[in-house]
C-alpha cells in the first residue's frame, strides 16, 4: 500500500494540536472540509459556514467518516 505522506502526517497533527475537525459538506457542485474546534455542537459548525445556516438551524444528520465509508 501507499504510506502516509509527510505532508499528511503534518497536517494531522497540527489539526490534534490545535484541536480542530474535518467538518465535511457535500452539494452537487462542490464538497468542501470546514476545519472546526473538536468540541463544536451542529450549530457551531453550520455557524462556521454561515452565520444565517446557525440562525435558522433545525436539525443535522451526523455521520462518522469511517461509516460512511462502509
Not at 470546514?34 to 450549530?43: D, F, L, Q, Y
Request: aromatic share 8%; net charge negative.
Amino acid at each position: 500500500g501507499v504510506a502516509e505522506s509527510s505532508l499528511d502526517r503534518v497536517i494531522a497533527l497540527s489539526y490534534r494540536l490545535l484541536g480542530l475537525v474535518s467538518f465535511l459538506t457535500a452539494g452537487p457542485d462542490e464538497v468542501r472540509a470546514w476545519p472546526i474546534p473538536a468540541e463544536s455542537t451542529a450549530v457551531d459548525a453550520a455557524a462556521a459556514i454561515h452565520t444565517d445556516l446557525a440562525r435558522g438551524f433545525i436539525r443535522a444528520e451526523v455521520v462518522a467518516y469511517d461509516d460512511l465509508l462502509a
